[in-house]
């Protein structure tokens, strides 16, 4: 049988079309993921009913022709499952009970973590036995760095100058925290991949605060060691890294962590991306959000940007940062039909 | 009589030690900063008073042996003076009266800029006349993208989103009102320079928000236009840009605008940077302030790091963003004594 398009990718190879998928494509942006939010009591609860998460996971896919499922999940359920209180309150995002001392750390148990996140996994075995056999199914998680910045400032509005603060002024309490997290992390992805997941992505939203030597010690190292780990476990199940924000980062981020594929935002130019990032497998990304919501000739015009530059070598389409809640689903259409006629 | 070594190095020279100023230097940190900005009804008024704006530039040189003054004023001033009601409200930061529609641009009076800015050219005047005269004296202005995602959103809790998506989808009317803010930043900075200022320095803080395209459009080119202006009238005037956040930009941003001098903010690996940018007559950066606000050995061995990179070449040391309220004095004088004792 032929490996999935995004797989194949994702091994250094060029598929018959260049395949899509969504971050956050499945969201508030579609009417039917919003009925089905309203069947759960808060957005945790969503998350850990598998027939709900399933339902979430397929909804993209019954409406579009993307090229991967990405299991509906948050990347707040590792530090939830190591047993820090997290709730999402509408409107004002998620709030954390904040860990700051070695007593706090002490209390984190990364054993309990796969035994909790269970219902996860049961949503990926769902997923998978109704997926289509053509289409891949993405697991995640968080990186360290960017669950430790909401464990250690507790909710997002503080903007990871805290947690930076922390990194500097408490460096060897931020990196037992981090280890702890390292641990976690590979848990919960050698899980989904038992499950059923045929790529994981590690998802580091909060890499770009840090300076060149934190970037180094907090991103580069914890993820490295993740992908070895899992690499040991799992040698044919490719990563993808997304350090948003790592600017000239991403170059050092590919050659040193091992990630198969590495998912650069908008900010990063595809012709930088082109000459720069060559010693990574697959590339993924990076159309500005903004422009799918805006959607029509401009949004299309911005991809054939990104196919001109990077479609020659292996890439997945993608955006550089989620779906916007405000984008008309008719746009998401459009831009995968363009995708898909594209040819190099 | 010899050149500033700030100016020297701007021209690409090395001189006898690498020059030092800080973002902030004078600021909320300071104790008589405090005492002196209590005498002010509000911000606006105290950047509009000379005797209190020259006090407020020159306290940072009394106490440390910088390398340069920077005129004590804000980013802001420039709506302000094209008509825009500005407010500083305390922890809040500003608030400002939105400019979204072709009416309100009509209302923008480019022709009051430097009438209603004639305080800041009073206080450079007044500053100039007591500053030692080993020491540059810099004039600033924002970067007309930065102003515009002020004027569009009204406020700095939005993030840049809101004037993204207006870039985007009003992208004709953000064009014009580009062309205002580069009309009266050159303005602004004419003046300074006449003034007395001999070096300024464009603050662009939100060009980490755009995509690639738009920081071409909306970044790239309003600066090339400004610095190609301020050329023309002031040839020996070397001009800094700041495009802070703006990750691998920074390559084109150097190569194509014109800038002398280059501010590069912490997230760039100094390695890189002396790899990359090397197309720019000298640099400035990075320290991370978050180094400055912990002080010690760590501190110190950080800025060493940026030494050993980019000392050989013209470097103005400096911190990749301004200095934090939290800071001890005395780390800046620790700071400064180690970059003037540092020898490539």
Chains 1, 2 share one sequence.
Request: hydrophobic residues 45%; charged residues 25%; glycine residues 10%.
């Amino acid at each position: 049988m032929r490996e999935k398009r995004i797989v194949e990718v994702l091994r250094g190879r060029m598929t018959d079309r260049v395949p899509i998928w969504l971050m956050r494509q499945a969201g508030r942006y579609l009417p039917e993921y919003r009925a089905l939010r309203a069947q759960a009591k808060d957005f945790l609860d969503f998350c850990y009913r598998p027939a709900l998460a399933t339902e979430a996971t397929l909804q993209p896919l019954r409406r579009y022709d993307l090229d991967a499922a990405i299991v509906f999940s948050d990347i707040l359920v590792v530090p939830h499952a190591l047993g820090v209180r997290v709730e999402f309150r509408e409107g004002e995002g998620p709030v954390l009970e904040t860990v700051t001392s070695e007593a706090d750390l002490t209390r984190l148990s990364v054993r309990k973590v796969a035994e909790r996140l269970e219902p996860v996994y049961r949503t990926i075995a769902a997923v998978r036995t109704e997926l289509d056999q053509e289409k891949a199914l993405i697991g995640f998680a968080g990186s360290p760095w960017t669950l430790a910045v909401y464990m250690l400032e507790g909710r997002s509005g503080v903007g990871g100058l805290e947690a930076k603060a922390a990194a500097i002024g408490k460096a060897a309490f931020v990196g037992r925290l981090i280890e702890v997290l390292v641990e976690a992390v590979v848990e919960h992805l050698d899980r989904q991949i038992v499950a059923g997941a045929e790529v994981v992505q590690l998802f580091d939203s909060w890499a770009g605060v840090l300076d060149a030597a934190g970037f180094e010690r907090l991103v580069i190292e914890p993820t490295r060691a993740i992908v070895q780990a899992l690499k040991r476990r799992h040698p044919e199940v490719p990563v993808i890294g997304f350090p948003r924000g790592a600017g000239t980062g991403c170059a050092r981020y590919a050659v040193l962590t091992g990630v198969d594929g590495l998912s650069i935002d908008s900010q990063i130019r595809a012709a930088w991306a082109r000459e720069h990032l060559g010693e990574v497998r697959a590339l993924q990304g990076n159309l500005d959000n903004m422009w799918l919501r805006e959607g029509g000739g401009a949004m299309l015009a911005r991809a054939d940007e990104i196919l001109g530059q990077l479609g020659g070598r292996p890439l997945i389409f993608n955006l550089g940062h989620g779906v916007l809640p405000e984008t008309r689903p008719e746009h998401v259409t459009a831009l995968v039909e363009h995708v898909h006629a594209w040819r190099a």
